[in-house]
């Protein structure tokens, strides 16, 4: 469909592997990824559990310049937090649709989000013929924000690393930081589902993989500059049971 | 191997997830894709359990400005019927066939059908120098066609959406009006593996999944127009256990 | 992030499905594919175990005028060796390192390796430019060459074709015809782990898989033109358990 609108447009597929319907992951995949891009990237994301009832479509612009269209769900989540809101719009159907299609009610993505942002992409429309302009907002999922309190840094685990199963947190460097804990360090690390407490022990804090003998755990700043757990040549995910999603917290003190 | 033909054709992976030797489920995917693309455009499908065997290497022109590279033994059943026979070429492997490959029995997706695909795309070769014409036919496998009669709409399940489990008949919007279903109305609908009914029960027609409540089935359109079956927020196909090839058939009634 | 550095570029992705650590595995799809890639192509190939540790982060130029950037820790055995070593530079990371990524330690592959492979590709950079020149030679991983010897031929099963369960050997055609097997020939085969025999037993030499009937044996040779096992229609791998790696041998004689 966005190949019709204009063979010269340059298509990515940054994943098809979101689990079904795992609005969160979406919103992290996007914040992942969207800063790499230049601005004026446009981004379509159809994760969208709801499609056919109430929910919106929408194009958000950031402040830095890029382009998300997708069912205004909670997928915007991050981006809009990270990247900043510059607009909102909402497509108007009406016009963003490809031809022939009206009498689809289950394939959006298609028929809606590719059509739409491959000509926002083209320059076959601009930003403000998207649709009418919406407040500046967008549906956001709550979340755990990482914290330092008391000599302890709290966090969850937004996503997995599923290749290697390792453990990726919200800890950020410079929360980490406050924790004041020395390259090579054993720290105590606790990592809960609700109540439940589903690992309990001393990881040394180190760059990297190699600091560490295989089979042994670290704890690395990840490629997204936040706490990470892992196994070196190993899986922790596996190991020790370990999931991600807002029912997962962590703990970490000296 | 295409690159080396030219490095400014625009490739894409349509698939490489069709199940060894599923020739139907090939025919399937291209019929559900091609008439997205542009005319002009070279579809390569290499699904060939009788590589090496006495099978034709066809590049099919429809009546739609489609071409498609294939070994001839099902693979066109569908596009050919749906797009139209314009010509059929037989390869001409003396010309047509990467350099240096006359060794090579079992790569012709390589060596033959990416190569030839290649070239017809960049203008290297014409339609007409792919090789001689053949009557304007293609192997076609057989399949029960969508039929109403009796107050009933009989069909087939081609393929299953099997990243959510749902359902693909192949009843089209127009044979399944004749039952003159309302919205909202329930259908009973029987779904047998040759003799053997698989499912049997009453399910709401909507326009979407968001028009039933999550956990139950619901029947609509999908973004092929044709009789969907699905649980909104589940996996049908894995609750009633339910395939998709020849031998799956489909029955709705009021 | 390659395309940061120029939206120009042609990128393709050649796997991201090689198992974790598997630096063999990555040696042999780099060598399985470089050769139809024209002159002047950039590879990068990030399977890092040792992230973090002395192993060299390199660009290899070979013979036939490609580059190789990837950590110098195995992944060039086969490439340096069928392609030749034309020069090797080591990455300065202080000139070719995407900007402010100096705290990330465990992402090479996106910091360091991608950005200079698209810095290289694009013409930001000279392969002079890459860093200082290093001695002509690469880490290599010892495997079992294929040869021929009083009547018997001895090889090693690199890899396996995943999809169908094919068993590639890296016996190629020159070794292979010294047994003077003649076409339709049943050779007698034994695959070893190690001491242990896995299987044995005579298989047809044929040109294809349709020479022999559903479900039965053969011996051909594959799209690199090296000995190969396989089931017509069925999975040898699975069948027979056989596996891949520098632990498993085959003899072959007649």
Chains 1, 2, 3 share one sequence.
């Not at 040549?233 to 999603?245: C, D, L, P, R, V």
Request: net charge negative; with cysteine; glycine share 10%.
């Amino acid at each position: 469909v966005a190949n019709s609108v204009s063979p010269d447009l340059h298509i990515f597929d940054l994943t098809h592997e979101i689990p079904p319907f795992n609005i969160w992951e979406a919103a992290f995949r996007l914040h992942q990824t969207a800063a790499y891009w230049p601005a004026g990237t446009v981004f379509v994301s159809v994760v969208d559990p709801g499609v056919g009832t109430e929910r919106k479509s929408v194009v958000l612009k950031t402040k830095s310049g890029h382009y998300f269209v997708t069912p205004d769900n909670g997928t915007l989540t991050l981006v809009a937090e990270n990247l900043g809101i510059a607009a909102v719009r909402e497509i108007d159907e009406t016009v963003n649709r490809r031809a022939d299609s009206e009498l689809n009610y289950t394939f959006h993505g298609r028929d809606v989000y590719a059509f739409t942002g491959a000509r926002l992409a083209a320059g076959v429309i601009t930003f403000e013929q998207v649709g009418p302009e919406l407040p500046p907002q967008v549906v956001s999922i709550p979340y755990q924000k990482p914290r330092f309190e008391n000599g302890v840094v709290y966090g969850a685990i937004p996503v997995l690393d599923p290749q290697y199963g390792n453990i990726w947190t919200n800890i950020d460097r410079e929360v980490f930081n406050q924790l004041s804990a020395q390259n090579g360090e054993e720290v105590a690390v606790k990592i809960s589902r609700g109540k439940q407490v589903v690992f309990e022990g001393r990881i040394p804090f180190v760059n990297t993989f190699g600091d560490v003998p295989e089979g042994k755990t670290l704890l690395y700043l990840n490629s997204l500059n936040t706490v990470s757990f892992a196994i070196n040549m190993g899986n922790f995910a596996e190991a020790y049971g370990i999931g991600s999603g807002p029912e997962w917290g962590v703990e970490i003190c000296r």
